[in-house]
């Protein structure tokens, strides 16, 4: 119940007076590879309840139950949000690489389980019109098992995940000179550096075989303390490439 509470009064806080973010998540890359050599690119738009940007996914099947992702996002404040919108926003990129292991289900091929680790960075630029603050520094460590549905058809896809994190700012240098607000959020990032959020998501694609149409819904909840200046969830719209780099293409 706690725990809720913190949520619950997180998200009055963004939706009634935060414009600024320290961090907000992206989407989760949920690879879905099958076969090796198997190749996924993703990219797209996303939303939050603050921020607006893109995202950049790729990932490949390195053998036979083994693959990789490589993650990128860059956000900014949505145009005319907050109490400070005019001189007061967030600019954010974000990286991240992982590892995992994917297999099929034997009993219905249909059905694929995943799951991948890795670690990312992020990098946030606060703007103000009247105070000069310090670039935000993060690291991310993330585990995220998964599973996906493909239709035997191929041109349905449903995936969901769980992404479990550490997201620190032990690197962040928090010494500034300013007053109020911001060395109050910054202080407080210094004194709990440590965050945990977790992050289910969900993934409906639809289309061709090798080119699809996605959405995509990932929320990020956090049981941490003094964790409020941050987006809740990433909305996400975009297109898909999948293909086999060894076998012969339909393009």
């Keep these: 119940m706690k725990a809720l509470t913190t949520i619950l009064f997180s998200t009055l806080i963004l939706f009634t007076s935060c414009n600024r973010y320290y961090y907000a998540p992206n989407k989760a890359n949920i690879p879905s590879l099958r076969e090796k050599n198997d190749m996924r690119i993703e990219t797209g738009l996303g939303s939050g309840f603050m921020m607006e940007g893109a995202d950049l996914q790729a ?10 992702m490589v993650n ?3 956000n900014q404040n949505q145009s005319g949000t907050g109490e400070f919108s005019e001189n007061d926003r967030t600019r954010s990129v974000f990286y991240e690489a992982g590892i995992g292991y994917f297999k099929e289900f034997d009993e219905n091929p249909n059905w694929l389980f995943e799951i991948y680790g890795g670690m990312g960075r992020g990098i946030y630029y606060i703007e103000n019109a009247s105070v000069k603050l310090p670039q935000i520094n993060q690291n991310r460590f993330f585990a995220q098992p998964s599973l996906t549905y493909t239709h035997p058809s191929k041109n349905i896809e449903f995936g969901i995940a769980s992404r479990m994190a550490v997201v620190n700012y032990l690197n962040t240098p928090f010494s500034f000179n300013s007053s109020g607000s911001f060395e109050q959020e910054l202080n407080e990032l210094g004194r709990y550096p440590n965050k945990f959020v977790w992050e289910p998501s969900f993934r409906f694609s639809g289309g061709f075989d090798l ?35 060894k076998k012969p293409s339909a393009f």
């Design 72 to 74: 990128g996002a860059v």
């Design 59 to 68: 990932s490949y099947a390195v053998s036979k139950n083994i693959g990789i």
């Design 211 to 245: 080119v699809k149409f996605y959405v995509s819904v990932t929320p990020s909840l956090s049981p941490s303390r003094d964790f409020a200046y941050r987006d809740l969830m990433n909305l996400g719209l975009g297109i898909t490439l999948t293909f086999n780099t």
